[in-house]
């Protein structure tokens, strides 16, 4: 039996549509969600991405405004843009677009970020929480791909997960989430000695490395679900093509759902991004309310 295709679009929908209510909740409690969008220099391999940031903010009620500086801009103009932006107390999320320009680390501008303004959930105290299981404000698109395996029929407890790639932001959060929630988790990267020895032993597989089909069918448990996180383009007899790092049609003779590319974790990603918002607000209208409430009344 073909595997069931996993319909990222169908979760993203429901998500926006919960965000959607609880924005129009803050917009009533005056605190209506703001996120900025910066990015500099050569904005032309970030415009789909804030386009789509775009759409999905404008469908759950949250106000977005992409921002665009030159190249040249420095490192401390952009440290100062942040400060002002982290005082703003109107703007609640801050997005940086990458790429930026090689004078500029991108980490370097995470950890400007506020944590409280984090919606993207890379700054090191949003990725260090999820070590103590404190989900806050958690990296996207390891808490989208996480999300999509809650919603299939699997007991997350004593769940046997393999993760192949083990970056900072995707495969290593993934784990600690899915520990977290009681899974087994074995974490794969390019020095393991055999990958199909673990995922072939796994109940849900999580893929995030960059590799075009990476993961075949015969890698696979029969059954398993295969989250399949990464975005490759490849060139094909009819043209350009976004594949993931699994190879689809393999995979899909044995797994028992996966998800689609595109289509599978992307649009969870950005409707998770919009719930960050959210969430991101209301912990900004709470700490404003402790920090500034009147108690001689």
Same mark, same amino acid.
């Given at each position: 039996m073909r595997a069931a295709l996993i319909d990222g679009k169908s979760i993203a929908a429901d998500m926006r549509a919960e965000v959607a209510k609880d924005a129009a909740a803050l917009s009533d409690a005056?605190?209506?969600?703001? !996120?900025?969008?910066?990015?500099?220099? #050569?904005?032309?391999?970030?415009?789909?991405?804030?386009?789509?940031?775009?759409r999905s903010a404008n469908s759950a009620g949250v106000e977005f405004e992409a921002r665009s500086y030159p190249s040249e801009?420095?490192?401390?103009?952009?440290?100062?843009?942040?400060?002002? !932006?982290?005082?703003?107390?109107r703007v609640n999320g801050i997005i940086i677009q990458r790429?930026? /320009?090689?004078?500029? /680390?991108?980490?370097? @501008?995470?950890?400007?970020?506020? /944590?409280?303004?984090?919606?993207?959930?890379?700054? %090191?105290?949003?990725?260090?929480?999820?070590?103590?299981? #404190? @989900?806050?404000l958690g990296p996207c698109t390891a808490v989208a791909a996480v999300e999509i395996l809650k919603t299939l029929p699997m007991d997350m407890e004593g769940l046997n997960v393999t993760v192949i790639g083990h970056s900072e932001i995707v495969g290593k959060p993934i784990a600690f989430l899915m520990m977290g929630l009681g899974a087994t988790v074995t974490v794969c990267h390019h020095m393991t000695r055999s990958v199909a020895m673990h995922s072939r032993a796994a109940d849900a597989v999580f893929v995030a490395v960059g590799k075009p089909g990476l993961v075949t069918g015969d890698m696979l448990k029969p059954g398993a679900a295969l989250i399949d996180i990464g975005i490759n383009r490849i060139e094909t007899p009819e043209g350009g093509k976004t594949v993931?790092?699994?190879?689809?049609?393999?995979?899909?003779?044995?797994?028992?759902?996966?998800?689609?590319? %595109?289509?599978g974790v992307g649009p969870v990603t950005v409707a998770t991004l919009m719930k960050n918002a959210v969430l991101a607000t209301r912990m900004q209208m709470e700490h404003y309310r402790d920090a500034y409430a009147r108690t001689d009344i």
């Open positions: 005056g605190w209506a969600p703001k !996120l900025v969008s910066i990015s500099v220099g #050569d904005t032309a391999a970030a415009e789909l991405y804030v386009r789509n940031q775009q801009t420095s490192l401390e103009q952009m440290t100062g843009i942040l400060q002002g !932006l982290n005082a703003d107390p790429p930026l /320009p090689e004078h500029i /680390p991108v980490k370097v @501008l995470q950890k400007m970020v506020h /944590p409280l303004k984090d919606v993207e959930g890379m700054h %090191p105290a949003s990725i260090g929480n999820i070590v103590y299981n #404190d @989900l806050a993931g790092d699994a190879d689809f049609d393999s995979c899909a003779e044995v797994a028992g759902w996966i998800t689609p590319v %595109p289509g």
